[in-house]
Each structure stands twice: as structure tokens, then as C-alpha cells.
């Protein structure tokens, strides 16, 4: 080797190291409008498919049939008590193989929301909480409580850590573009008390803090800090808006069906129904859709949470609970999903505005000049 070779080797090896991404040159962002991916506003048309509630090898052929309708990301939560099952052991093996799961994501040419909770709701036992959480001492769950903040905190940064391990999150070429920490607390405020907002505020921060270098969401949490962009769940959301004008308009869960319990009417949910609460939401500037359920899958050992909810969690989804087509619903969407992507850049070109014609309403959207 000669003289200048090493010195050559160590300006290269600097020059790699000062345009490696990182969480501070961050690809993906958002602006009031709409979520950005490398320096583009996009409106993300997105699907619930949780991992567990379906074997591994149903996961390539469902992902591809989200791509297949039109879908740009896939959004799962992410399951303590399956990953967790006793403190301090971790288990990321068979449907709970996480790190597969969103390696398939990107493979079928999907973004990735990662909903890390932990504590998730879904209609899983428990909520998603491990059963040997409710045994430390000390312990109340969801509130501004020390032993409850120090193991929620722990599980959060073990999944974030994992997944910059893996080189998932966007900026490192990965799939993973949004995060969300914690689930629903808005409406459980006013029953939790004194130490429900100061639990709130922290559990934001905590999540910024752990660098994934992804903006991180709270659904239903009217009060969330900023950065954390507070989003809707619901059947309905083209009336929702976010607390801060400096955040896009997001609907993280659009529901499809609903959950099917022991002695209840099977749920159903017209696809039609669907279709307009969609294209009415991004009429009014709604610029992330996310379907719960795109696939329900299957309450899988006793996984099923809550009185008489069946082992099925079909949820009359676009996709049934064995991995087909649910027609006419899945082809509806997707043409719908079509004719959103065609406007696409008009749409997030500028804010749109309404104006009322009696029964009806006009709207016009240009590229160059926006919406009005």
C-alpha cells in the first residue's frame, strides 16, 4: 500500500460518515398539509394488518394484496405480551417475528406505521399488557406512576433500538415512516385524573426522545404536545382537525367493520359507506387513511380481549380472515385508491377551501395554485 493510500482510506471513510442518514437529516417530515417523504407531500392511503392474528406464511401473499389495492403503507400495532411474556425475556419468533414482518412490508413495496403503544386496546387480551406488569409493586397502569413509566419506557426503546438495529426506519432505508406511542388516552383523562396529562406530555417526549427519526403520532389525544401529531379514529372523521395548524390532517383508524362477539349480529359495513367517508376526508384536507382492518385475521391462543369477542377478528375487512378478496369491498377501494392517486398532486398542492352552493358544493383543485 502506498504512502497516500491511508490517508486517502480515512477522508473517505470521513466523507461517508458526514452523509450517512441519521434521525437529524431525517426523510421523512410533515408540513400542515400532509406528511413528506424525501422533500414530496403525499397522501397515504394505508391498511391494518397485525401480524399476529396471521401465520407467517400468509404474510407475503397478504401484503401483496394491500399493494395490489392501492395501498402505500401498512399499518400494525406492536404486542407486549406477546413479545414480553415474562419480564426481561423477549420473544420475536414465529407471528411474532416483527422484524420479518416489515422486511416483507418493504419487499412488497410498502411504508411501514409502527403503532408501539404499548398499550394498544385491538381488542387483545389484556390491551397488549404483559400479565406480570400488573404484579410490580407499586404499580398502576397508564397514569404518572414510576414503576409503570420505567417498564412502558423499556419496551419502547427495546422496539425502536431493535428496529435501528435492523435498518428499518426510512431514513435508513427502511419502510418504517411513522410511529405512534400510546392509544386512545384522550377520552380515558378524565377518568384516570390527576396524573392522566402529566403521563400524556411524557409519554410523548419519551417517544421523540428515543431518535427514531420517524414523526410519531397520538390517536385520539386532542392535547398532544408538539411534535407528536394527534390523529382520529372513528367511522366518520371529515370534521376532524388537529390541534396545532403546523400538523397534517390524519385518520389512523377508518373502520371497516367491527369486531365480532359471541350472541351479536355479524358486523357489516357497506362498501359504499366506506368508499365516501374516504373521498369525503380528503376532500376537506385529510392526507393519511389508514383502514382498520385491511386483513382482521384470527384471535390466535386466547388472544382475544374483552367479554364474548370470538376468536374470529374478521372484521369484515377488505380482506377476510383466510386471506381473500372480500369483493365488492377490496375492488372498490382500490378504484377509489386510483382516482385519490390521479389528483394526487393537486391535491396536496395547496389548502383546500369549500364553498357552499345551496345542496351542493364546488371545489377545484390546481396544480400550481392549489385547491379553492
Avoid at 410511529?179 to 419519551?206: D, I, R
Avoid at 388537529?242 to 390524519?250: D, H, I, L, Y
Wanted: charged letters at 15%.
Amino acid at each position: 500500500m502506498s504512502g497516500g493510500a491511508p490517508l486517502l482510506a480515512l477522508l473517505l471513510l470521513a466523507a461517508a460518515a458526514m452523509i450517512a442518514p441519521s434521525p437529524a437529516n431525517a426523510a421523512v417530515s410533515y408540513d400542515h398539509r400532509a406528511v413528506v417523504i424525501n422533500g414530496q407531500r403525499r397522501i397515504l392511503i394505508s391498511g391494518s394488518i397485525h401480524y399476529p392474528r396471521s401465520t407467517p406464511e400468509m404474510w407475503p401473499g397478504l401484503l401483496q394484496k394491500a399493494k395490489d389495492g392501492g395501498l402505500d403503507v401498512v399499518q400494525t400495532y406492536v404486542f407486549w405480551n406477546g413479545h414480553e411474556p415474562v419480564r426481561g425475556q423477549y420473544y420475536f419468533g414465529d407471528r411474532y417475528d416483527l422484524v420479518r414482518f416489515v422486511k416483507l412490508a418493504k419487499q412488497a413495496g410498502l411504508y411501514v406505521h409502527l403503532r408501539i403503544g404499548p398499550y394498544v386496546c385491538a381488542e387483545w387480551n389484556f390491551g397488549g399488557f404483559p400479565v406480570w406488569l400488573k404484579y410490580v409493586p407499586g404499580i398502576s397502569f397508564r397514569t404518572d406512576n414510576g414503576p409503570f413509566k420505567a417498564a412502558m419506557q423499556a419496551f419502547v426503546e427495546k422496539i425502536v433500538s431493535m428496529m435501528k438495529s435492523e435498518g428499518l426506519f426510512e431514513w435508513q432505508g427502511g419502510p418504517i415512516i411513522l410511529a405512534q406511542v400510546e392509544n386512545e388516552y384522550g377520552p380515558m383523562e378524565s377518568v384516570m385524573g390527576a396524573g392522566a396529562k402529566p403521563y400524556a406530555n411524557w409519554a410523548a417526549k419519551m417517544a421523540v426522545a428515543t431518535g427514531a427519526g420517524v414523526p410519531w403520532v397520538m390517536c385520539k389525544q386532542d392535547d398532544a404536545p408538539d411534535p407528536v401529531i394527534n390523529t382520529c379514529n372513528g367511522f366518520y372523521c371529515d370534521y376532524f382537525s388537529p390541534n396545532s395548524n403546523s400538523k397534517p390532517t390524519m385518520w389512523t383508524e377508518a373502520w371497516t367493520g367491527w369486531f365480532t362477539a359471541f350472541g351479536g349480529a355479524v358486523p357489516h359495513r357497506p362498501v359504499e359507506d366506506m368508499a365516501f367517508a374516504v373521498a369525503r376526508f380528503i376532500q376537506k384536507g385529510g392526507s393519511f387513511v389508514n383502514y382498520y382492518m385491511y386483513h382482521g385475521g384470527t384471535n390466535f391462543d386466547r388472544t382475544s380481549g374483552g367479554p364474548f369477542i370470538a376468536t374470529s377478528y374478521d372484521y369484515d375487512a377488505p380482506i377476510d380472515e383466510y386471506g381473500l378478496l372480500r369483493q365488492p369491498k377490496w375492488g372498490h377501494l382500490r378504484d377509489l385508491h386510483k382516482a385519490i392517486k390521479q389528483a394526487e398532486p393537486a391535491l396536496v398542492s395547496g389548502d383546500p377551501t369549500i364553498q357552499s352552493l345551496g345542496n351542493y358544493e364546488g371545489r377545484a383543485c390546481r396544480t400550481h395554485t392549489g385547491c379553492e
